[in-house]
């Protein structure tokens, strides 16, 4: 059987937010006196993508020291390791952390330092990808990317825009003007699309975005010509096969289609969303992916070497990797 963990490979889509540990949420509530949202075995419940976003909201906003961010950065870092991850690009979206709405750059500074301390104590080096949601305004976003160009953290790597398309309509123009002045400041730009939205979503992330990469993409599916551009352009999708489970995207691996994406040559990597809110692990989701579509050795070494390739690591970091 494979070495899931010990396979080279990245994490490349992964939201800080889907990280946390039931003990430091609580621990967080007995600081602030905030009485918890369930009991803890239900702490982390949601059946779907809006009551999933809620939770998001109410889970962050019980973090409100430096010390608590900084913390959740080094731990995220060291479950990275534990996963065999040798390079993770982190989503992490301020709209869902009400304590550091006016602080959006003393948050990443305090990310950075949790991060940093975890690469010096040996734990895989971490890159941000600071995300819009989908229901903000198009003045909002500018202002985030200008926010971004001011301080011009070297530990951010990228734009990103999450949270569900099918309560925010056609996002597509309103987001066009961020995402092209944060490429313009030497941003990269990745895009959730065709997880709440259908294949028009991934079209837009591309057309109108400019995204560099898709999270989640799996949608494009329904659209042949959609999946031939994917391959001709070598537009990665950053897959989570146990996420569109859990949050009703699909009912089985066996109606999934990430094989299919493979086989038509769009590169596809396998990644977690939000692992622990979804109990789940990187090397369970290969795992199980690796089992539905009987892939063998070479398939899989291939797909992990797709994740390195498709992050925003730097070049000599990933041939270091590979
Ligand atoms: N934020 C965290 N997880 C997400 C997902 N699966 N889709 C959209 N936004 C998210
Ligand atoms: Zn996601």
Not at 181 to 194: E, I, N, P, Q
Not at 204 to 223: C, K, Q, S
Request: include cysteine; charge should be negative; proline fraction near 5%.
């Amino acid at each position: 059987m494979t070495d899931f963990i010990g396979l080279p490979k990245a994490e490349v889509h992964i939201h800080i937010e889907g990280c946390f540990e039931a003990d430091d949420v609580i621990a967080n509530c007995e600081a602030a006196g905030i009485p918890l949202r369930a009991p803890r075995d239900r702490l982390f419940e949601a059946h779907d993508l809006k009551g999933f976003l809620e939770m998001l909201d109410w889970l962050c906003g019980t973090f409100r020291t430096r010390e608590q961010l900084a913390t959740t950065a080094y731990k995220f870092a060291q479950r990275m390791g534990r996963s065999g991850v040798r390079y993770a690009d982190v989503i992490v979206n301020p709209t869902h952390w009400p304590h550091w709405h006016k602080d959006i750059a003393g948050m990443i500074d305090a990310f950075d330092a949790g991060f940093a301390a975890a690469e010096q104590d040996g734990h895989p080096p971490v890159g941000l990808c600071v995300s819009l949601l989908r229901t903000q305004s198009a003045a909002e976003a500018i202002e985030l990317v200008e926010l971004l160009g001011d301080i011009r953290h070297r530990r951010v790597v990228a734009l990103s825009v999450d949270g569900n398309e099918a309560a925010a309509g056609r996002t597509g123009p309103r987001f066009a003007e961020a995402f092209r002045r944060a490429g313009a400041a030497g941003l990269r730009r990745t895009v959730h699309a065709g997880e709440s939205s259908g294949p028009e979503g991934v079209r837009d992330a591309i057309d109108l975005l400019g995204a560099d990469r898709i999270d989640h993409g799996v949608r494009a599916i329904e659209d042949p010509e959609l999946v031939d551009l994917l391959a001709r352009k070598q537009i990665a999708l950053g897959i989570c096969p146990v996420s569109n489970l859990a949050l009703g995207v699909y009912r089985s691996l066996a109606d999934h289609p990430i094989d299919a994406l493979r086989k038509a040559g769009v590169p596809v990597s396998i990644n977690t969303d939000d692992p622990s809110l979804l109990d789940t692990t990187l090397e369970a989701s290969y795992a199980a992916c690796a089992e539905a579509f009987a892939w063998d050795d070479e398939t899989i070494r291939q797909l992990a070497a797709t994740s390195v390739q498709a992050s925003y690591a730097d070049p000599a970091l990933k041939a270091r990797i590979l």
